[in-house]
């Protein structure tokens, strides 16, 4: 098995406590269906970042697409990563997911 970083882009915060804990229930109840295989449950990004350059040049934002969070997951195949994703809470307030394998390095 290999670990996989699903990378959240976009999506909505809850307009209200209700839905703030509707919403909740939904990722508690994702991360319980796939239970062993959650690696790091992760969490949201903050709204500002900074991008660096070669050469140490710092500008503000993101490269590209903002992130908005993340959340590690170990499976057998970026095919069986990806559905794991096909179910994630993040979809359902419009968010993206982009799924990548981590190679490791060291």
Known sequence: MANFVLVYTGGGMPATEAEGKKVMEAWGAW???LGDKVVDAGNPFAAHAKNVSN??????GAIGTPATGYSIVKADSLNAAVDFAKDCPVLESGGKITVYEVTPAM
């Open 31 to 33: 991360f319980g269906k």
């Open 55 to 60: 050469g140490g040049a710092v500008h503000d």
